[in-house]
C-alpha cells in the first residue's frame, strides 16, 4: 500500500525567514504525481505546489519550492520569506498511476511567528 | 470560475440516522472525489467518481456509499451513522486524464457532528 510520512508534528519559523517541512513517500508506481496542500485555520485545503514524478526538475511556485529525491523518495517543501499567511497545516500527498486518489501524510502545523 | 462548493456546511445527527452530503464541482470538472478528515485517522479517501461511475474506493464500510450525476455533481450517503462518522467530510474535483495525478480543488468541506 502506498504511504506518505511527514516526521514533523510541528514546526515553528520567524517571519521572513526559511523553512523546510519533511515528506516521505513509498510507492511501487513509476508513474505518480506528488503535492503540497496547506490547511489554515478556515479548514479550506489550498494547493501549494505539484511535482510530476518523471520530471526531475524540481516544481516552484513563487516563495514556495520543492526538493523532490526521487531515489530516495523524498520530496520536502522550502518556503522562503515566510509570511505570517502561511500559518497552517501542511500535507504532502501523493498519487497512484492511472487514478485520483491522494494519499496524504499526517500533516505538520507550521507557526509563522512575527 | 467559481470553485468546489459543497453543502450542507454543517450538520447535526443522532446515531442510527442518515445522512445526505452533496457537492458541486468546479464547471468542466467531471471527477469528483470524496475525504474524511478526523483528528485521529487524518485524511482518507472515501471515493472517486467519474462520468458517474466509481472508478476508486477506499476502505469504508459498505454504510458509505455515493454517486454522481450527469452534470458531475456528486452526493454521498451515510446510514446508520455511528458516532466515529464525525468528522470534516471534503469534497474534491479534477478534470480528470487518463493516467491520473491532476490536481484536485477541493471545496471548503461539511462538518458533520453525530450525537
Known amino acids: 500500500a502506498q504511504t506518505v510520512t511527514q516526521s514533523q508534528p510541528e514546526m515553528s519559523v520567524q517571519e521572513a525567514e526559511t523553512v523546510t517541512l519533511s515528506c516521505t513517500y513509498d510507492?511501487?508506481?513509476?508513474?505518480?504525481?506528488l503535492f503540497w496542500y496547506k490547511q489554515p485555520p478556515s479548514r479550506q485545503m489550498i494547493l501549494v505546489i505539484r511535482q510530476e514524478a518523471y520530471k526531475q526538475q524540481n516544481a516552484t511556485e513563487n516563495r514556495f519550492s520543492v526538493n523532490f529525491q526521487k531515489a530516495a523518495k523524498s520530496f520536502s517543501l522550502k518556503i522562503s520569506d515566510s509570511q505570517l499567511g502561511d500559518t497552517a497545516m501542511y500535507f504532502c500527498a501523493s498519487t497512484q498511476g492511472g487514478s485520483e486518489k491522494l494519499v496524504f501524510g499526517k500533516g505538520t502545523k507550521l507557526t509563522v511567528n512575527p | 470560475k467559481a470553485g468546489v462548493t459543497q453543502t450542507p456546511r454543517y450538520l447535526i445527527k443522532t446515531r442510527g440516522q442518515q445522512v445526505t452530503l452533496s457537492c458541486s464541482p468546479i464547471?468542466?470538472?467531471?471527477?469528483v472525489s470524496w475525504y474524511q478528515q478526523t483528528p485521529g485517522q487524518g485524511l482518507q479517501f472515501l471515493f472517486e467518481?467519474?462520468?458517474?461511475?466509481?472508478?476508486n474506493k477506499g476502505n469504508f464500510p459498505g454504510r458509505f456509499s455515493g454517486r454522481q450525476f450527469s452534470n458531475s455533481r456528486s452526493e454521498m450517503n451515510v446510514s446508520t451513522l455511528e458516532l466515529g462518522d464525525s468528522a470534516l467530510y471534503l469534497c474534491a474535483s479534477s478534470l480528470t486524464s487518463p493516467s491520473g495525478g491532476d490536481t484536485q480543488y477541493f471545496g471548503p468541506g461539511t462538518r458533520l457532528t453525530v450525537l
Open positions: 467518481y467519474f462520468s458517474e461511475t466509481q472508478r
Open positions: 464547471s468542466g470538472h467531471r471527477s
Open positions: 510507492t511501487s508506481e513509476n508513474n505518480y504525481y
